[in-house]
Structure formats: C-alpha cells, structure tokens
C-alpha cells in the first residue's frame, strides 16, 4: 500500500510539472503573438523590434517643421523674402505666430524697421521658389524680380505679401525675444488670406488640395496620409465607442491609398468640384495601355437628372441617386488595335478605370465601380441616356462623390492565392 502511494505521488508530481510548463509555454505563446496593433480594429504598421533609443545630444528634432515665407518692406519699401522653419502657432487669443531670426538676415532689420511681416504658405507647386528664398539673402537682390513673384501690400500691415501663393497671413509685432542665435518675433495676427478654391464647404481649408510643404533634415516634404480625426479617433480607448474615421496605415503613401480603396455606396450632398473630377480623368488616362493606342474616352457627369436617370435604370447603380456625379469610362473602337487584338480595349479601359478610384481615394473622395461592358442591355441604357455616339462603348460607370464613412475597405490578403515560381 505504502509503494502504491508513493507511486501515486510521483504521478501527480509529474502532472503537475507538466501542467505547470503548459501554462508558461501558452503565456510565452500569448506574449510573442501579441498583434502589434492597438485596440482598435485599424490596422498600423509598427516598428515593434527597433524602439531603443540613442541619445542624439540637444536638437530640436520636432518633425516635420513649417516651410514658410515670410514678407517684409525695407526702409526704403523694397519687398523682401525669406524662408523660414523656425515659426509656430504662439497664442490662441490673440491669435499670434511666433518666427525666429537671426540678426545677420536682411528680414531681422525689415522686421525691426517696420514692426510687420507676412507669413506666406507655399503649396508643392512652390517648392523651388521656396528654396530660393532662403537660400540666396535680400541684402544681394530683390528675389520678388528673381522668383518672378507679384509683391502686395497688406491690407492690414505695412509689409508684403505674396500674389501666387494660396495662404497669406498679416502680423503685427507685438512682442520680440532675444533667444541667443536668434529673436524671436511674436506677431499678433491681423488677416488672413486664402484662395477661395481651397476653402470646403464649411469655410476649412482642403489640405489635400493645399499640398503644404514640410521641412526636415535638410528636405522638403509633401502632404501625406489622413491618419485619423480630431475628436474621433481617441474613442479607441473608449468602451463600446468606436471612431468613424479609422484608415489602414502605411507609411508609403501609395500603398496606404491601394490598402484603403474600398467601393462607396453611401454619399454625402456635397458636390465633387469639376477640377477635381477633371483631375481623376487625368489619372485615368495616365493608364498603362498596350501599343500606348490610348483606346479611351471618359464622360463626366454631374447633372443631377441624368445620375438619376442611370441610377433607375442601371441594376446595380442605385448609389447614384447619392452621388454628384459619375464618371463613364468607355471605350472609342477607332482607336482600339485591329484583329484578334481589338478587345485591348477593355483592359486599358479597365486600368485606366483602377486609377481614377485610387486616385479618388487619395484625394478623400469615394467611388464604386459599376458594370455595364459586355451585358448589352446594360451597353445600349447608358448609350442612350448619355447620348454617347456608335464607335463608342461604355465599360462601366464610377460614382464619384464625398463618403458618409459607412462603407470600409476589406482585407483580401490571401497567402494561399500566390505561387512562386510553379504551382
């Protein structure tokens, strides 16, 4: 009786070491599987490996900085620029801008002259002017006659603005601080300026269509991903809340935009403008197309009966009584290759058709491709409403339009579906 206790003993013992060792391997198993991603259902691309820190030493490694330009009169009124990344918001009320000069630069002695600047925001197109502004110094030209920019005179203060540039905002001096290398000139902000196509409909200004220019490390950056919203994306953290805007998140611009394309049925009233529209069929036609044969014509449409129109009569287009407008991407037979090689066509039309709605995708617009190529009802329907002439055939429709944020791209990342090399 004694062995068999003993015996029993050592079994439990062992049961118990095994348990024990299950446990830590499923914990172990638990913590190298953690997803990298917070608690949310968005999805990041992080850095989990290399997150140990270097010490870099005192810099002022703020990124990206401001590249902004400001406009100054000398003594004699001869309109000035510089560039400058040393500036920020400084107060709320009053609304002031705060920029850093050094006393070496043609603008400090503009500025202490006349107590005014401008900060000048330049868009992309800008860049080079840009460059050269805070390259080259006022004390050796009048870089407005270089740059072939038009200097006027604020409405509010006695300093220049620049014409071309799409955001202009008038300071008075109200505060100066000697920092060291720099002082720092507190401007109280008098007016601001922006050009009218750059305004939304409630008075905000389109940053994608904007395309500010950044600084950093000696390089000049452009507008990237829409991350998330203001007010929204917190409620992540939040228990049963769940933010309305929560995009997939990559750090190359294009493949966040392919990962985030999704098909749009649900649409806000807010009209698409026609430079807009205009430049989506600009995209399409940047297409790949065999032979460069170009085989493509593109209807845009915006009036609100015909969306209608084809919304009743095509199966599967009801979003377009949502949508502002379409795009009708079709294919012109008189430029289409000749033979067994004619349906080209339809594969140029088709990639001509994946860049407008990646490109509408970028620009934060939704779109939703709908079949009409080769059903030939479906052919003969939308000929008929857009009075589209014989040589030509629609391939499909693409409502375009602003999204209500209810419809969300889909993971379709399949390992199974690749090869490499055979079957």
Same mark, same amino acid.
């Given at each position: ?108 002695? =503009? ?123 917190? @409620? ?32 806000? =009233? ?151 090399? @055979?079957?």
């Amino acid at each position: 009786m004694k062995n068999k206790a003993s015996l029993l003993n050592i079994v439990l013992a062992a049961v118990i070491v095994v348990l024990v060792f299950q446990l830590n391997n499923a914990d172990h198993q638990q913590v190298q599987t953690k997803p990298t991603t917070n608690s949310s259902s968005q999805s990041f691309v992080i850095d989990s490996v290399n997150s140990i820190k270097k010490s870099v030493g005192p810099k002022g490694l703020i990124m990206p900085k401001p590249a902004l330009v400001i406009g100054s009169y000398s003594d004699e009124g001869e309109p000035d620029i510089m560039t400058a990344a040393w500036a920020g918001i400084a107060n709320s009320d009053p609304i002031s801008i705060a920029v850093s000069i050094r006393p070496s630069r043609k603008t400090y002695e =503009n500025i202490m002259a006349t107590g005014s600047f401008t900060i000048n925001v330049p868009s992309a197109r800008y860049v080079a002017e840009t460059d050269y502004a805070g390259t080259f110094s006022g004390h050796d030209e009048n870089k407005f006659e270089k740059l072939n920019l038009t200097p006027v005179k604020g409405d509010f203060v006695n300093a220049p603005y620049i014409e071309e540039f799409p955001i202009v905002i008038e300071c008075e001096v109200s505060e100066m601080i000697d920092l060291g290398s720099h002082r720092q000139f507190i401007g109280k902000v008098m007016d601001t300026k922006v050009n009218q196509n750059l305004l939304d409909k409630d008075g905000h200004v389109d940053i994608s269509a904007l395309q500010p220019v950044a600084y950093s490390e000696g390089a000049y950056f452009g507008y990237g991903q829409h991350l998330a919203n203001a007010g929204d994306i917190y @409620k992540q953290f939040v228990p049963n809340a769940t933010p309305n805007f929560q995009p997939i998140i990559h750090p190359n611009p294009t493949l966040s935009t392919i990962y985030n394309r999704k098909s749009v049925r649900h649409y806000t =009233n807010q009209p698409v403008a026609e430079e807009k529209l205009t430049e989506l069929v600009k995209a399409g036609m940047a297409a790949p197309t065999a032979v460069n044969k170009q085989p493509w014509a593109f209807m845009i449409v915006t009036d609100r009966a015909l969306l209608d129109q084809l919304a009743d009569s095509l199966p599967y287009a009801k979003m377009l009584k949502q949508a502002t407008s379409a795009i009708a991407v079709c294919g012109d037979r008189t430029k289409a290759l000749d033979g067994e090689l004619r349906d080209y066509w339809v594969q140029d039309c088709s990639a001509a058709t994946h860049n407008i709605l990646l490109g509408a995708e970028s620009m934060g617009l939704g779109a939703v491709w709908t079949g009409v190529f080769p059903r030939a009802e479906r052919v003969n329907t939308v000929k008929n409403i857009l009075q589209l002439p014989e040589h030509i055939t629609p391939l499909n429709v693409i409502a375009v339009g602003y999204p209500t944020g209810e419809d969300q791209p889909k993971d379709k990342w399949k390992p199974e579906n690749v090869h490499m090399n @055979k079957w």
